[in-house]
């Protein structure tokens, strides 16, 4: 997918009219993904307690603060979004492959992607989790702090991104998206 202003060029529309419909796109593939999650999985969110109870929690630090959870639901690769309010899930723990976090409150919520991790959950895990963030953050960097006041939607972005990086669908499925609004 082109940028806002390679689109905006060669489709000959104003840059901000291509960056509205980036945005409700945006929209679109972070609501598409949430009820996908809710479907495969019961719920979009963990409760934040999960973190604290994670295998692997003592290397994150000790004012580390949980972001999302990295899970695999079928071939996809999702994230589960933190919240001190969410229900208890119906899967098990040990489906988790680990979690983004931030090193501590300010970067969690200057969202500083210099101080985000991925912590695996296992030698297992690592070769999904720790890719998988990775291709994440590039993507944002690419943004260059846009990705800020919408943050979850950037994630889902991703997140769409990177599952279908290899079916080459995204085209057609944003399209789609578009269209139905």
Request: charge should be positive; glycine fraction near 4%; hydrophobic fraction near 40%.
């Amino acid at each position: 997918m082109d940028g806002t202003a390679d689109t905006a060029e060669a489709l000959k529309l104003n840059i901000k009219t291509v960056q509205k419909y980036f945005s409700l796109l945006r929209e679109n593939l972070a609501k598409h993904a949430r009820l996908n999650l809710i479907q495969q999985l019961g719920s979009d969110t963990l409760p934040t307690s999960w973190f604290e109870s994670f295998s692997q929690r003592s290397a994150c630090g000790q004012q580390a603060q949980p972001l999302a959870a990295v899970t695999k639901a079928g071939d996809n690769l999702n994230l589960l979004l933190a919240s001190p309010d969410a229900a208890q899930p119906a899967f098990q723990e040990s489906a988790l492959l680990g979690w983004l976090y931030a090193l501590d409150n300010e970067s969690k919520q200057r969202i500083n992607l210099d101080r985000i991790h991925c912590q695996s959950r296992d030698s297992d895990s690592i070769t999904l989790a720790v890719p998988f963030w990775r291709f994440i953050k590039q993507g944002l960097i690419r943004y260059q702090g846009g990705f800020r006041h919408h943050f979850h939607q950037y994630l889902r972005e991703m997140e769409f991104r990177y599952n279908d990086r290899q079916k080459q669908r995204g085209p057609d499925i944003c399209l789609h998206f578009l269209a139905s609004e």
